[in-house]
């Protein structure tokens, strides 16, 4: 194949970016983030991507997050991806020709969201471009259509993309997944992101998956991936509505979807790595509705 294949196994981090209360980057803690990281058995980020609000913080800061998780996990973690997607072709190859040349192992993008391309020839123009910046490094497709509008069919993309993006290395799912795994699993890094259901795509083959709750359920998921590696799915599939429910929990006290607000303010109480607020829009969670949270959590027995 023409494809740059990553080989990136097992649980893939979406961390967070730690911030002060004045909404400044506090980078300082990330030595910390990957020895915890580590101690739960997860060795792979995904930097700069939703859960890391790489879309809310500016390019400066999105270049500052890259080199620092690079330095921290050095030694330490296996797969450092760094996420660079905006909805210019210039920030964006900016963002992708930085972070590879800061040491990055696998580059990965969203489409443009704004004015979003409407086939796969004009995605599949937008990625070569990006591609074009950074040698050999293996360049990943971040598919999440429900943010960025661009549902496009992935298995068709790989197609392409085979013919034309010599280091294309992968896509990281949050859709359709089982045609893409039965016929490219073996050659490209097909990382899905729906931690409530990834139990359901390692049956299908996956290897490989990007989540916020690895944060901290790293141990927990683990336990999934490597049930589901053993093709022991009964096991699986009970600790995967583990998984499920608390997720549900989380959700339920949202409009739409895990807000990383919420998500950061459980990753502190759980972890005690201070992560901060979120950026606007977002903000911070009120302590009461953290606290209405933690105690529906308590029901559950999530501690
Ligand atoms: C939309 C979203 O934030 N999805 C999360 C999931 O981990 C998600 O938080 C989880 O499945 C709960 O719904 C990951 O896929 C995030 C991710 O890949 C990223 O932060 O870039």
């Not at 979807?257 to 950061?264: H, I, M, P, R, S």
Request: with cysteine; charged share 20%.
């Amino acid at each position: 194949t023409s494809m740059k294949n990553p080989n990136v196994k097992g649980l893939i981090a979406a961390p967070f970016t730690p911030m002060k209360e004045n909404g400044d980057l506090n980078l300082s803690v990330l030595n910390d983030y990957v020895d915890l990281l580590v101690k739960q058995g997860v060795y792979n980020v995904y930097v700069n991507g939703t859960t890391g609000e790489g879309l809310s913080i500016n390019k400066e800061e999105r270049k500052l997050a890259a080199e620092k998780w690079i330095q921290a996990g050095k030694g330490k973690l296996r797969c450092i991806i760094v996420q660079v997607g905006t909805c210019n072709l210039s920030d964006t190859k900016d963002l992708a020709k930085h972070a590879a040349s800061a040491g990055a192992d696998v580059i990965a993008t969203l489409p443009p969201f704004f004015f979003v391309p409407k086939t796969l020839d004009v995605l599949v123009d937008y990625l070569a471009e990006v591609a074009n910046q950074i040698a050999d490094v293996p360049l990943m497709y971040y598919h999440i259509p429900e943010m960025t509008g661009v549902n496009l069919d992935m298995e068709k993309l790989i197609q392409m993309a085979e013919k034309r993006i010599p280091n294309f290395g992968g896509i990281k799912f949050s859709s359709e997944f089982g045609r893409c795994c039965a016929k490219y699993g073996d050659q490209l890094a097909l990382c899905y992101g729906k931690d409530e259901q990834v139990a359901a795509a390692y049956m299908l083959g996956c290897k490989a998956a990007v989540g916020s709750t690895y944060n901290y359920c790293g141990i927990l998921n683990n336990k999934i991936y490597n049930a589901c590696m053993n093709g022991d799915y009964n096991a699986a599939g009970k600790l995967q509505n583990k998984v499920a429910q608390f997720i549900g929990v989380l959700i339920d006290h949202e409009m739409a979807g895990l807000d990383v607000a919420v998500n950061k303010a459980l990753m502190t109480k759980v972890t005690g790595l201070e992560m901060g607020p979120a950026r606007l829009p977002l903000g911070a969670v009120s302590k009461k509705s953290m606290e209405i949270i933690i105690e529906d959590l308590k029901k559950i027995d999530f501690f």
